[in-house]
């Protein structure tokens, strides 16, 4: 799943290497403190393969389930990630990068690095917009407060400063 030996890709060489597999991270949903679901994760591309190195070009597909900032609800986040990650057979010869990857051993495991790209994609929030949910959102208002919309918010005036916008309309009109 997601591994070869240096050796099996260097029989590919001349074939190539095409990659269409679904993968389940259900481990990353147990780590990660706001993730509560993530569907099996679907990798789909190819490889490049040299003497030297190998690229893989990789379409990382999926959808994760994290809580509304605003009312703790579900809410269902598509992600696409297109990366390409070079695996040198060798680190003699070039200069390594974020993207680049000495090959340690004699397997190339592709696994950390999507766990790695996926939850580089975790939001830092996200909102709910679905009023079907209400139920088991968080409290909208409590004692002595209660959320409110921007647009609600624009043209209310604080009632402790009521007295003061009446004196300066009453100024306004003396003018």
Known sequence: MLKWSVHQLYKLQKKGLQINED????????????????????VQGHADISSMKVIFHLTITGEMTLPC???LVDVKYPFEIRTSETFLFSSDEYETSEQTHVV???????????????????PLQ??????????????QEGKFWKLIKKE?????IDPRLASLAKLLDKKENDS
């Open 23 to 42: 993968v389940d991270l259900y481990d990353l949903v147990q780590n990660h403190p706001d993730l509560r679901e993530i569907t099996p994760v679907h």
């Open 69 to 71: 900032a605003r009312t």
């Open 152 to 156: 609600e918010q624009q043209n209310k």
């Open 104 to 122: 340690q051993g004699e397997v190339i495991d592709l696994m950390p690095i999507i766990h790695e790209l996926v939850l580089l994609e975790i």
């Open 126 to 139: 996200v909102f709910s917009d679905e009023e079907e949910n209400k139920q088991e959102a968080a409290p």
